[in-house]
T-cell receptor
Framework: DSGVTQTPKHLITATGQRVTLRCSPR?????VYWYQQSLDQGLQFLIQ???????AKGNILERFSAQQFPDLHSELNLSSLELGDSALYFC???????????????FGPGTRLTVL | KNEVEQSPQNLTAQEGEFITINCSYS?????LHWLQQHPGGGIVSLFM???GKKKHGRLIATINIQEKHSSLHITASHPRDSAVYIC???????????FGKGTLLTVNP
């Protein structure tokens, strides 16, 4: 058990819909990362938050957005869903030092999203 | 060309064999991660390294910064080592991780 929790475990929805994925980082970790893993693309970095602020952006679509709340949990919102958005979505957390050094990342169990 | 290349893509071994998985990258990095993903989908971080060598049980990871290359070795492999092994690098210039496509390892009893 990594200490990172994600809900829900599975999500089945229809095209055009909007969903919210939730992540709680390990106790004490200020940095949260979101990743997408699809069969054809492999693992891709979406976005990183540090202590409530967006720090880095990867291949995140405009239909997707995320935020990190004061209690450090994070939510990834996916809207206008398409069939191609079906994937495993992972959240990870890590320690980040004041100098910006990134510690080891601990991954949550993932949310499997199926868009029908 | 991908920033992170892993080889081989697939690897089948007999229990007890010594395994090597390779990772090459093309950018300057501040850290390299080795991850393990089991068939159930969960991802476990095995190593994070920026120089030299690290060992944890039967697993050894090495990195050569000048050659932009890392290897993951498994000694005395076991069927429970069967998983996808993924190399990921954190570029010096940004905060994101870039992943290799993974190596599917199958260890037969």
């Amino acid at each position: 058990d990594s200490g990172v929790t994600q809900t829900p475990k599975h999500l089945i929805t229809a095209t055009g819909q909007r969903v919210t994925l939730r992540c709680s980082p390990r106790s004490g970790d200020l940095s949260v990362y979101w990743y997408q893993q699809s069969l054809d693309q492999g693992l891709q970095f979406l976005i990183q938050y540090y202590n409530g602020e967006e720090r880095a952006k990867g291949n995140i679509l405009e239909r997707f957005s995320a935020q990190q709340f004061p209690d450090l949990h994070s939510e990834l919102n996916l809207s206008s869903l398409e069939l191609g958005d079906s994937a495993l979505y992972f959240c990870a957390s890590s320690v980040v030092s004041r100098t910006g050094w990134l510690g080891e990342q601990f991954f949550g169990p993932g949310t499997r999203l199926t868009v029908l | 060309k991908n920033e992170v290349e892993q080889s081989p893509q697939n690897l089948t071994a007999q229990e007890g064999e010594f395994i090597t998985i390779n990772c090459s990258y093309s950018v300057g990095i501040s850290a390299l991660h080795w991850l393990q993903q089991h068939p159930g989908g969960g991802i476990v971080s095995l190593f994070m390294l920026s120089s030299g060598k690290k060992k944890h049980g039967r697993l050894i990871a090495t990195i050569n910064i000048q050659e932009k290359h890392s290897s993951l070795h498994i000694t005395a492999s076991h069927p429970r080592d069967s998983a996808v092994y993924i190399c990921a690098v954190k570029a010096s210039s940004n905060y994101k991780l870039t992943f290799g496509k993974g190596t599917l390892l199958t260890v037969n009893p």
